[in-house]
């Protein structure tokens, strides 16, 4: 049953909620936040569900793969068919490559470039007619902190989050005159399979050596960082309350904090850190 009852700012106490990228990780951990909260929540993913407390607190799954343009009016339409609005689109599916970008070929490099960004694209004007027409409605863009910093062997990764992170700028002003919100979260380091199923390229290459110690690096930190209910409580209060600012970083106050030192460091000092950091070179 639809709540239609109004909350701060217009918005319905209760969200339709579509959610890509919701068979595990942050997408599970999210949606398991938002139904308990009482919201509406869809899912996209291209498996099916096997988890039965997964699939019960989803509203509805679509089964699909976002690489494929129909996926995602697929999933708008059956939101719509069932619940005659959408109040927020939540992007997070993604992929990773380890690797040098020479390693990097063309059909890897497309194949992540079009499910972290264009398959983002593609969901927002998909949703955007619906949330145009409603005078209202939230997007919630899954970028990363690698969005804002080039990270060595994750190169291909970092473009396309540094795509969204453009992409949602510009769109962040261009549907503010019909009431429509968007946000990006920037997630560090955190505790899902995203490690497990990151591709890695280029195992035998003159950078390999390089390579395994920078995967090493980044395998550590992410094993070790939050867990995907950190992110899922802050998208859950985005949902519910609406947020104040554009960007809203996540993850140890270490990164968060190196992030924001580059300005003071500068790009030599910074990149100098970095390269020593996750290759042990300067």
């Not at 996209?44 to 129909?70: M, T, Y």
């Not at 990363?144 to 080039?150: D, I, Q």
Request: charged share 20%.
């Amino acid at each position: 049953m639809q709540n239609w009852q109004k909350a701060a700012g217009g918005r319905p106490a209760s969200s339709v909620v579509l959610l890509s990228g919701v068979s595990s990780g942050f997408g599970r951990a999210i949606a398991m936040k938002l139904a308990a909260a009482g919201h509406q929540v869809y899912g996209i993913s291209r498996r099916e569900l096997a988890e039965v407390e997964l699939k019960r607190a989803l509203a509805g799954h679509i089964r699909g793969d976002l690489c494929d343009p129909a996926t995602a009016k697929l999933a708008v339409e059956t939101v719509l068919d069932a619940q005659g609005r959408l109040d927020v689109l939540i992007n997070n599916a993604g992929m990773g490559i380890g690797g040098a970008l020479e390693d990097t070929d063309d059909g890897q490099l497309h194949r992540l470039m079009e499910l972290n960004f264009f398959a983002v694209s593609r969901l927002c004007r998909c949703a955007l007619p619906a949330m145009r027409q409603q005078g209202r409605g939230t997007i919630l863009n899954i970028s990363s902190l690698g969005g804002l910093v080039g990270l060595p062997f994750q190169g291909a990764y970092s473009a396309s989050k540094y795509a969204v992170e453009g992409y949602s700028e510009a769109l962040r002003s261009e549907v503010a005159p019909f009431g429509i919100s968007v946000f990006l979260v920037e997630p560090g380091d955190f505790r899902t399979h995203f490690t497990a199923s990151r591709q890695v390229v280029g195992q035998d290459s003159p950078y390999t050596a390089y390579c395994q110690r920078a995967l090493r690096r980044i395998e550590a930190d992410e094993t070790s960082g939050s867990s995907p209910e950190a992110l899922a409580e802050l998208i859950a209060r985005l949902v519910g309350r609406g947020g104040t600012r554009f960007r809203y970083t996540a993850g140890s106050l270490s990164q968060r904090l190196l992030i924001k030192s580059r300005i003071l460091m500068g790009d030599r000092l910074f990149l100098r850190l970095l390269s020593w950091y996750y290759m042990g070179t300067c």
